[in-house]
C-alpha cells in the first residue's frame, strides 16, 4: 500500500486535499488504473491543479480493493466533492487522464488538458512523459517585471508596428510563453498573421461557434504588412543566438491563408540576414500555397495532426475545402524539398494508444518518414473526444501511452521526439 498513490479532491469551496484510505486514479477512455509510484512522477514546475465542476471523482478504495464514485464529502457530510486534474506544464505530455463520473447536464470542460494526479509523502504526482526538457516556457524565467522591461524597450524601438502591439496583448493580458520569449528575446518569437481559417477545430483556442466552449483567447483581426513581420523577426533574430521564429500561433487562423503578408515578408528578412530558423505551424491543407512558401525560404514546417486515420482526423478539424490527402500532400512535398518536417501531435490517452491508432501512426511513418513528433496534450473535454472518435474507426484496449513512445523510439530510431521547434542548427546533416 505504501506506493499508492492518495486520491486528491476538492469540496464546492475550490479547497483541494487528500482522501485518507483512497489511490488517485486515471482513465484512459472506459481503463481506469489507479495511480502508483511506478506510473506517476513529481508533478513538474508550472503544472496547475484543476476542479472539474458538474462531474464526481472515481478512487480506489485501497481497503476493499473497488473502485468507487465517492460523490459526497465525509469530512462535510451531505456536501459534494469533485475531481481534481492538473494542466501540465509545457514539454510533458499526459499518459492518463484524472478518473471521474460526469453528471446528468454537465457542461463541457474548458479547453485544456486534464491529467490524472494525486498526493504521496510531501508532493503531487501525476501520470506523465518529459519528453522536451528544454527551459524554452519555463515560468520561473518569465517575470513579469522582465517582460515588461522587454516591452517598454521593443516598443520604443518600434512604436508603430501594431504586430509588436499585437504580441504585447499575448505576454501580458493571456501570458502567452511565445509572446513572453519575444519580449525576453529568449529561442522563438511568434509571428502570427492570418485572421482567418479553414477547418473548424473542435478545441480551436481562438474562435469557437460552440456556445459551452469560450475561447482562450481572441483571435488577431488584422493581416500586419510584410514590413511590421520582418521588423519583429529581425529584432528577435538580432537578439538571440540560434532565434526561430514561427509564423502559425494559437491566436491566428492558418497561414498558409495569409501567404499574401507571409511571402514578402521572408523576402524582406532574407534579404538582411541568413541567421535564425524561419518556421510555419500549419494545418498544411494548402500543398499549393506552402510550396510557394517553401520556395521562399521556410526552413521547417509542422503540420497538426489529431490522428492519421482520416475519419478521426475530420472528426476533429472539421476541414473546409480541403481534406487529408491535402494534408498528407504537403508533408510529402516538404520532406521532397529536405525540409525539416514535424508533426504536432495532438495525443489523448484511450485515442492515441489504442492499436488501431498506433499501428496506423507505425505505417504512416514508414510513408512518410517525418523528422519529429511534437507531443502535445490534446486541450478538448476528453469524454466528449472519446464519445466523436468511438465508431468512427475501430479502437481497442488502450496499449498504454508509455510503451507506444518506448515502441516508436525503439523502431524509429532516426525519429526525433520533442515539444518545442528546434533550430535549424540542430537539424540533421547540420549537427
Known amino acids: 500500500m505504501k506506493d499508492w498513490i492518495t486520491g486528491v479532491v476538492a469540496n464546492a469551496k475550490g479547497e483541494i486535499f487528500e482522501l485518507e484510505g483512497y489511490a488517485a486514479v486515471g482513465m484512459a477512455d472506459t481503463l481506469l488504473i489507479p495511480l502508483t509510484k511506478k506510473n506517476t512522477v513529481a508533478m513538474p514546475f508550472g503544472g496547475e491543479l484543476m476542479l472539474l465542476p458538474g462531474r464526481r471523482p472515481i478512487l480506489f478504495d485501497m481497503e476493499t480493493g473497488q473502485l468507487e464514485v465517492v460523490a459526497e464529502n465525509p469530512y462535510e457530510p451531505g456536501t459534494p466533492l469533485f475531481p481534481v486534474a492538473v494542466f501540465n506544464s509545457p514539454g ?9 463520473h460526469e453528471d446528468a447536464g454537465a457542461e463541457h470542460l474548458p479547453l485544456f488538458s486534464y491529467g490524472a494526479v494525486g498526493w504521496h509523502g510531501n508532493s503531487f504526482r501525476t501520470a506523465n512523459i518529459l519528453v522536451d526538457s528544454e527551459d524554452r516556457q519555463d515560468l520561473r524565467l ?30 501580458l493580458t493571456y501570458g502567452c510563453p511565445a509572446g513572453k520569449n519575444f519580449f525576453l528575446s529568449r529561442y522563438e518569437a511568434p509571428l502570427p498573421t492570418s485572421t482567418v481559417c479553414n477547418a473548424d ?8 461557434a460552440h456556445p459551452e466552449i469560450k475561447c482562450s483567447q481572441d483571435r488577431i483581426d488584422f493581416t500586419p504588412l510584410p514590413e511590421e513581420i520582418a521588423q519583429v523577426a529581425l529584432y528577435h533574430m538580432e537578439q538571440v543566438s540560434r532565434p526561430v521564429v514561427s509564423f502559425g500561433q494559437g491566436c491566428e487562423g492558418d497561414p498558409l491563408l495569409a501567404a499574401h503578408a507571409i511571402i514578402p515578408a521572408m523576402g524582406l528578412i532574407r534579404e538582411k540576414t541568413e541567421k535564425g530558423t524561419i518556421n510555419m505551424n500549419t494545418n498544411g491543407s494548402r500543398p499549393d500555397v506552402l510550396k510557394k512558401i517553401l520556395a521562399a525560404g521556410l526552413d521547417s514546417v509542422r503540420i497538426s495532426l489529431n490522428s492519421v486515420r482520416e475519419n478521426c482526423y475530420t472528426a476533429y478539424f472539421r476541414p473546409k475545402k480541403y481534406d487529408f490527402s491535402h494534408v498528407l500532400e504537403s508533408i510529402d512535398l516538404a520532406l521532397t524539398l529536405k525540409k525539416f518536417v514535424s508533426i504536432n501531435y495532438l495525443n489523448c ?30 486541450n478538448f473535454d476528453p469524454k466528449r473526444y472519446w464519445a466523436v472518435m468511438e465508431g468512427l474507426e475501430p479502437h481497442g484496449m488502450p496499449l498504454g501511452m508509455k510503451k507506444i513512445f518506448n515502441r516508436l523510439k525503439k523502431d524509429f530510431p532516426a525519429l526525433r521526439h520533442g515539444y518545442f521547434n528546434p533550430p535549424k542548427e540542430t537539424f540533421p546533416g547540420l549537427t
Not at 92 to 100: K, P, V
Not at 148 to 156: A, F, L, P, S
Not at 360 to 375: H, S, T
Open 201 to 208: 477545430c473542435l478545441g480551436c483556442i481562438s474562435l469557437q
Open 92 to 100: 510533458y505530455f499526459n499518459t492518463l487522464i484524472s478518473a471521474y
Open 349 to 378: 490517452p484511450g485515442f492515441t494508444d489504442t492499436p488501431q491508432e498506433f499501428e496506423a501512426l507505425c505505417q504512416f511513418l514508414k510513408k512518410y518518414p517525418v523528422n519529429m513528433i511534437q507531443w502535445r496534450n490534446l
Open 142 to 171: 518569465m517575470k513579469r517585471e522582465d517582460v515588461m522591461k522587454g516591452v517598454q524597450k521593443i516598443r520604443e524601438k518600434m512604436p508603430f508596428n501594431r504586430l509588436r502591439e499585437h504580441l504585447e496583448k499575448c505576454a
